[in-house]
């Protein structure tokens, strides 16, 4: 299995819309790559290590298949998704494949 | 719920031992802390968005059901579990806590 992790830097001064993300954004990504999204996380920062800003302000985590998967699900609606990213967030994200190693 | 994310920067010329890590080091971090850990996620990384590579060589999280519940099983093992760390890398670790928002 794979994942894609998208890491929104926590960055002073950025907006990060944290109702337009859990209530419009996600659901909207959730419905369109339909039955490939096997799980889906996001979590918001709390802090770093005690006494410290988190180094996120958001982590969201898709589990697929393969990356075959992730392509077929996602590449249709690449445009309305990421179209709508500045409804909620003018921050640069980092993404991430991995390979989910536990659980196996 | 929150999470423990620990996440490993991929810097060339560090070290990551991935079969330490995830024969050795995360059995011994999950038999410790017990039943307080309710599930644990363990991810090397592929690449970033295509052609790049990935920002973390190994992403690991935990979830516990508050923070209360995290120091109570990891702090009396604090010592032994961070004691280990030289046995699989050198890389400086970032360490955020995060609230679960999806799924709730």
């Known amino acids: 299995m794979i994942k894609l ?50 180094t996120y302000i958001a982590m ?9 998967t992730f392509e077929s699900a996602f590449m249709p609606y690449a445009e309305t998704l990421t179209g709508d990213i500045p409804n909620y967030t003018d921050i640069e994200t980092i993404i991430q494949f991995s390979e989910v190693k536990i659980p196996i």
Do not use: W
Not at 15 to 31: A, C, E, G
């Open 60 to 68: 969201c985590h898709f589990i697929y298949e393969s990356m075959e």
């Open 5 to 54: 992790s998208i890491l929104y830097p926590n960055i002073e001064g950025k907006k990060f819309d944290k109702d337009y993300y859990i209530n419009t954004h996600m659901p909207l990504s959730v419905r369109l790559q339909g039955a490939a999204v096997k799980s889906v996380q996001v979590d918001f920062g709390i802090s770093g290590l005690p006494g410290t800003k988190p």
